[in-house]
């Protein structure tokens, strides 16, 4: 159930990652921000047990869906021209 969590998370992302990103120009800050928000949310899912592998774990799949859906269409949708 977890990972399912964690992909639906990740699913939805982008948009808030495009958001937090408007005025960075810089691709390293921008990557970096979205690395950290996806560990961000890796610890708070896991707040009962966060042990490390647990909150890596978690972090690389938000990381992971994230922009896989970034990549296959929020970069290109319609709707994200509209939000810049």
Same mark, same amino acid.
């Given at each position: ?5 964690? +992909? ?21 800050? /921008? ?17 009962? /047990?966060? +042990? ?11 990381? +992971?869906?994230?922009? +896989?859906?970034? /990549? ?5 949708? /319609? ?6």
């Amino acid at each position: 159930m977890e990972i399912i969590i964690e +992909t639906l998370v990740g699913l939805f992302l982008p948009f808030v990652i495009d958001a937090m990103n408007k005025g960075v120009t810089n691709s390293r800050v /921008k990557y970096l921000i979205s690395v950290f928000l996806c560990l961000g949310l890796g610890i708070l899912l896991n707040l009962e /047990k966060a +042990t490390v592998g647990d909150v890596l774990g978690s972090g690389a799949l938000i990381f +992971t869906s994230a922009q +896989t859906m970034y /990549k296959l269409y929020w970069k290109n949708s /319609k709707v994200r021209k509209v939000f810049q």
